[in-house]
């Protein structure tokens, strides 16, 4: 059963730390997208990537975030400096939009980031 | 620009009636549609989608959304609804033109009361 993996489930880190947040898609996928959910804000968008190439990035804050895709099988979210506005679960979800699966994004466990 | 409302923060419902979850969407093209559901301390799981076709779509736990085009709805039901089918629901929709990315709504609670 493939599923999307996120590492670490969980973390709790000091304001100005950095953060690292790791993504493994399911294999095949070639689109990959970053959620950030919180009560306030719901669901939104940060980042997506096709084929490892960022796509939009427009939903993240790009004096302190950044997402990368060193490979296929690796998506990262890094946050530096963090800051307690930062505190949420972070998803990864991965797709094939070209395949009969269209458009079905899997999501991954999230990552709860808690920035004291 | 896309849009999606889900008009109810809450929908409570006893269990063994029939459920129902609004969608309402906003695209200049023609959309795709989809629901997911979460679960507490879960990711986002996929229920269903319209793509094309059928506009009575069948999904996963016996629930199905209807696409109506004239009102812009795309409303989940269920007929009969379990006491585990409490959870959040959300709708999304994307611009079938070029590739845009999904927009999702910001959620509908569901509960089931036994």
């Known amino acids: 059963d493939a599923r999307v993996t996120q590492t670490p489930r969980h973390k709790v880190t000091e304001m100005g730390q950095e953060v690292t947040m790791r993504c493994q898609p399911i294999l095949g996928h070639n689109t990959v997208f970053w959620y950030r959910q919180t009560m306030m804000q719901g669901l939104e968008l940060l980042a997506y990537?096709?084929?490892?190439?960022?796509?939009?990035d427009s939903g993240m804050p790009k004096d302190r975030f950044s997402a990368e895709m060193p490979d296929a099988t690796l998506a990262t979210l890094k946050i530096q400096p963090s800051e307690p506005r930062d505190s949420a679960v972070y998803f990864c979800?991965?797709?094939?939009?070209?395949?009969?699966?269209?458009?079905?994004?899997?999501f991954g466990p999230g990552t709860r980031l808690l920035v004291l | 620009a896309q849009s999606v409302a889900q008009p109810e923060d809450q929908v409570k419902v006893a269990e063994g009636n029939p459920l129902t979850v609004k969608c309402t969407y906003s695209v200049s093209g023609n959309p795709y549609l989809f629901w997911y559901v979460q679960y507490p301390n879960r990711g986002l799981q996929f229920l269903l989608k319209?793509?094309?076709?059928?506009?009575l779509v069948k999904g996963s736990y016996g629930f199905e959304a209807e696409f109506n085009k004239s009102q812009t709805s795309f409303h989940l039901k269920k007929p009969s609804a379990l006491v585990s089918d409490s959870a959040l629901y959300f709708c999304a929709v994307r611009d079938i033109r070029g590739y845009q990315k999904v927009t999702f709504g910001t959620g509908t609670k569901l509960q089931v009361i036994p």
């Open positions: 979800a991965s797709g094939w939009p070209l395949a009969g699966d269209q458009e079905t994004q899997y």
């Open positions: 319209y793509i094309t076709g059928d506009n």
């Open positions: 990537f096709r084929n490892r190439a960022p796509l939009d």
